[in-house]
């Protein structure tokens, strides 16, 4: 991929140099998250799905578009019975809003969705956020953020926690949902250290063997790889007899289940907890922004994989959550990225905890 083509993400009008200067060129957060080739990207289809991408137009002259507005406090507590879920912030990015973001809807009715709920269309603020289930003398963490591999308004975790009084040494156990850099990068810093150096790791078999196959990588295309060896480097980072990889559906740790939600990546999974009479759900990506995506279901993130899988899940797994009046907390939900979801018209509707 040549350094020309690399479009830049607009939370800052950075060129490409200074960002390579900044996160490395060879940090794959670089390719999956932050900046793709849109030729790679149309060239790679859904397998390039890892990265977030956005018109070339934003790469020449894009506008100022300022940065992401970052929750404080950046944690939000939630009592069930002897249990407690934290909503921990890592921060957020603001991507320009191009026609590529929804793959299967004019960008005039994306436009539109976002005004009528009182929200900018010239861009969209995607927040990143793990959760932390304390629950039987266990603390643990699902889905961990950037830690220092991120752009600038992300990374926020760690001062967070301590903000609440933990450690990130106190982490028992860490659960993945999907292998996504946003969701594992965290792990890792940039020294090659363990982020969580006394916890358990668990992460769903299928997501494992899906990006670590070296069918699945050689078969990529170039520019879609870097999610692959991304997963290698966190992966392979982590120790081996702490790393427990499980199947969808079985119960994880400290009562916490594990439910197959297949189609944003081919392991995607989703965690079920229950306690004092009130049910939670972490729903990771099966949406990404709930003002989008859970209004409207069946729009595609250009992220999901397997869109129509994901569509079909995502119906699903919210029906559960209604019928259940579970409390449902997002990766990718606005802060506190907890709250109801009730149906609205032909789709849902996130209400956020006061
Ligand atoms: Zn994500």
């Known amino acids: 991929m040549s350094r020309r ?13 200074s960002a390579e200067q900044s996160f490395g060129l060879l940090n794959p957060l670089y390719w999956n998250v932050l900046m793709l080739d849109r030729r790679a990207f149309l060239a790679t289809g859904i397998a390039g799905a890892s ?26 507590r939630m009592k069930m019975g002897d249990a ?10 603001r991507r320009p809003l191009g026609d590529e973001f929804v793959t299967n809807a004019p960008l005039e009715q994306v436009k539109a969705l976002l005004a009528s709920q009182g929200l900018p269309t010239t861009h969209v603020d995607i927040p990143f956020t793990p959760f932390l289930i304390v629950s039987g003398g266990q603390r643990v963490l699902i889905d961990s953020g950037f830690a220092d591999n991120g752009p600038p308004t992300t990374g926020k975790l760690a001062g967070h926690m301590a903000a ?7 982490v028992d156990v860490v659960i993945l949902s999907h292998f996504h850099g946003d969701h594992i990068n965290g792990l890792i810093n940039k020294a090659g250290a363990l982020v969580y150096p006394n916890a358990r790791y ?35 980072a982590l120790p081996a007899d702490r790393l427990t990889r499980f199947a969808p559906g079985a119960p994880v740790v400290a009562g916490i289940e594990s439910v197959a939600a297949f189609g ?4 995607h999974t989703l965690f079920t907890f229950k306690s004092g009479g009130q049910g939670f759900a972490y729903l990771a990506d099966l949406t990404n922004v709930p003002s989008l ?34 409390v449902a907390g997002g990766f990718h939900f606005p802060f506190p990225a907890f709250g109801a979801i009730e149906v609205a018209g032909s789709g849902y509707q996130f209400k956020p905890v006061a």
Not at 86 to 92: Q, R, Y
Not at 164 to 170: C, R, W
Not at 215 to 220: D, E, I, K, P, S
Request: hydrophobic share 40%; net charge neutral.
């Open 293 to 326: 995506f859970a209004r409207n279901p069946d729009w595609s993130v250009t992220f999901d994989m397997d869109k129509d899988m994901a569509r079909q899940t995502r119906r699903k797994m919210f029906d559960m959550v209604v019928k259940d009046k579970m």
């Open 84 to 93: 407690e879920v934290i909503a921990f912030n890592d921060g957020a990015i």
């Open 164 to 170: 609440a009084g933990l450690n990130p040494a106190q």
């Open 5 to 17: 083509n690399i479009s830049c993400l607009g939370y800052s009008a950075r060129r490409p140099d």
């Open 264 to 267: 944003h990546t081919p392991g």
């Open 202 to 236: 668990f992460v769903p078999e299928p997501e494992f063997a899906f990006w670590m196959s070296e069918a699945n990588m050689n078969a990529a295309p170039q520019a879609a790889r870097g999610a692959y060896q991304n997963a290698r480097r966190v992966m392979s």
């Open 51 to 76: 990265a977030l991408t956005f018109s070339s137009v934003w790469s020449q002259g894009a506008p100022d578009l300022g940065a992401p507005v970052l929750p404080t406090p950046g944690f939000k």
